[in-house]
């Protein structure tokens, strides 16, 4: 039976980058590890080579849990690597490669845990529920999205799921840290646009809607956001202030992260709601004023303040400029404290007697807002023990992404204990 390094380092090897070639090549690799291994998968297709593999383990209980990770990966340049981003190689200790965190390497985790326990003959505690997706890296549309609207009854008897960024551990001095999601900012992607009076660029402009934009645009971007402590990462942060044993000033939130530094990386984006210009595209001659201007914005906001968000990000743009969706998601939110918190503790603290686990917001999203929609509770929690000396976050869609083997073989144990 294949190691997870030997999976993950198989996984990474397939070019599934987003937008691509879709994701067909690697999930059939899964859909034959798991046939192998006596399951039935279940592959569909959204769009031709936009490939989604379910399985289904029964277990002790029919209440289901759901893991859930995605195939697709961000877009990598070989030439700002030190090895090719899909090679799968194994160096120093690590598995190199686009997708060793995000998430390739937790889908081996997944895959190897389930095999291991197929090979052994033991039935997990509760029904299992296995979904390697398509598109998350996008919107979802034709990855989790449709997987929930056109495949609900594959998703029949789940309460709650895990899946990325969370479980991982985060060493500062002699602490070793276990953020575990219960929740992640909802997102606003916007379109906007300024609409103006087109002319020649050698007069005074009527009304120049590459100007009025890139003011829009600028005040957006100069805005400072109110902090808004929302009750999970009002519990996280007590929980690292009884950790270090220093009290948290909490009318200095943004000095005290970096006060805190790693452990202060995990609330610092997570206190307020954020809006950042991506991209702009406006005229197509020098000496030409365009009749319209157009941007795009990423917006995310906090559990519980989406109408707040919205109603600011108008006012800073003012009535000139007008916004639509390119993706609008709500903030999921999964129950904190509760028995299935817990249980996720307990996995790590059984394997490494030195875990804090604490609760924790993400800063971005996730397929769990998909899931959401059908009433699955998501956490974050695809578990690593980490080397002090990798950044985790910057390896999120960075250069020379790369996974421990040790941390996956930590991982693999995790989800054993949970599942058992």
Partial sequence: MKSVAEICSDLIRFDTTNPGSGERPAAEYVATLLADAGLEPVVFESEPKRTTVVARIDGDSPDALLIHGHLDVVPADPAEWRLHPFS???????????????????????????LDLA????????????????????????GSRHAVSEHRE??????????????????????????????????AWMKLTAHGVAGHGSRPAVDNPVATLVHALSRVAAYQWPIRLTPSVAALVQSLSEITGQPIDLDRLDAEAARLGPLGGLFKGQIRNSA???????????????????????????????????????????????????????????????????????????????????????????????????????YGFAPLMLRSDLDYFGMFHGKDERVPVEGLDFGTRVLTRLLT
Avoid at 90 to 105: H, L, Q, S
Avoid at 125 to 142: I, N, P
Avoid at 307 to 314: A, K, N, Q, R
């Fill in 119 to 142: 090979a052994r003959g033991v039935r997990p505690k509760r029904d299992l529920v296995l979904a390697f997706l398509a598109d998350e890296e996008a919107t979802g549309d034709y």
């Fill in 88 to 114: 799968g190689e194994i160096v120093e200790g690590c598995v190199y490669g686009r997708g060793a965190v995000d998430m390739k390497g937790s889908c081996a985790m997944t895959l190897a845990t389930v």
């Fill in 276 to 378: 950042n210009p991506t991209m702009l595209n406006a005229g197509y001659k020098v000496n030409v004023v365009p009749s319209t201007a157009e941007a795009h914005v990423d917006g995310r906001y906090l559990p519980g303040l989406r109408e707040e968000f919205l109603t600011t990000i108008d006012e800073l743009l003012g009535p000139k400029i007008t916004r639509e969706f390119v993706n609008l998601e709500e903030a999921p939110a999964a129950p904190y404290p509760s028995a299935f918190f817990d249980s996720l503790a307990g996995s790590l603290v059984a394997e490494d007697p030195l875990a804090r686990p604490v609760p924790y917001v993400m800063a971005g999203g996730t397929d769990a807002k998909s899931f959401a929609r059908i009433g699955i509770k998501g």
């Fill in 154 to 187: 594959l998703f029949d008897g789940v309460t709650e799921a895990i899946s990325e960024s969370g479980g991982f551990s985060v060493v500062s001095g002699e602490h070793r840290v276990y953020p575990i999601a219960v929740g992640e900012r909802g997102t």
